[in-house]
């Protein structure tokens, strides 16, 4: 049995590689697009989950992860920004106020139907943001393919207040989480 990562992101396997070097990477292509009225928690489960599962269809007797994050605020979920105008728009929305990041993670079993799941939060509050700076950063590119159009490991680091949760769930991957779960799945 392997263990795969159904994921393209760069950032999450660099932090599966500090729970462990053993594993595959496999992109899942799923369609991320989410039915509207789901809460942030139940959205985040739905997408890891489908990960998971489209890549374990693959490869049924291999040990698949899928994850996924989204930012909520005001009732609203925000994905990856569409385009650069979306991401400055999103930018506003967070500037000077507390938003929530869900990521939630789908470890798939081999045996017929074992599947574990569970869903982390962290609350981040922005600094307020100058209009210079929205567009400064939206024109540095790192906003593109982020959920909530910012990096908390890259340049966004400089507009983040505070953190109340775990730092690697707001990057894509809650490190302390999944390596209890692998743990108790004896996968370690
Ligand atoms: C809020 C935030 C998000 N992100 C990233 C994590 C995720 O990669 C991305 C959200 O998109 P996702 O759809 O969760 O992940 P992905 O498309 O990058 O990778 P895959 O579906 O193949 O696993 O936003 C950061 O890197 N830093 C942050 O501070």
Redesign the pocket.
């Known amino acids: 049995m392997s263990l795969i990562l159904?994921?393209?992101?760069p950032?999450?396997q660099e932090l599966l590689r500090l729970i462990t070097e053993d594993f595959l990477v496999h992109?899942?292509n799923i369609d991320?697009s989410l039915v509207p009225g789901l809460s942030p928690a139940d959205a985040v489960l739905l997408?890891a989950r489908r990960?998971a599962l489209a890549v374990q269809q693959e490869c049924p007797r291999d040990a698949v992860i899928?994850?996924?994050?989204?930012?909520a605020i005001d009732g609203f979920i925000l994905?990856?920004p569409r385009d650069n105008a979306d991401a400055a728009l999103m930018l506003r929305q967070l500037s000077g106020r507390t938003h929530e990041?869900f990521?939630g993670v789908c470890l798939a079993l081999p045996a017929p139907g074992m599947e574990n799941a569970f869903v982390s939060r962290a609350q981040v509050t922005f600094a307020p943001l100058g209009e210079d700076e929205i567009l400064s950063y939206v024109a540095s590119g790192e906003p593109a393919?982020?959920?909530?159009a910012?990096?908390?490991?890259?340049l966004?680091a400089r507009f983040i207040e505070r953190i109340n949760g775990d730092y690697y769930t707001?990057?894509?991957l809650p490190v302390c989480g999944l390596y209890h779960l692998m743990r108790e799945q004896g996968l370690l």
Do not use: H
């Open positions: 159904a994921s393209a992101s950032r999450r992109n899942s991320e997408l990960k899928g994850a996924d994050t989204v930012v994905g990856k990041v990521t393919d982020k959920a909530g910012y990096g908390i490991q890259g966004g707001v990057m894509g």
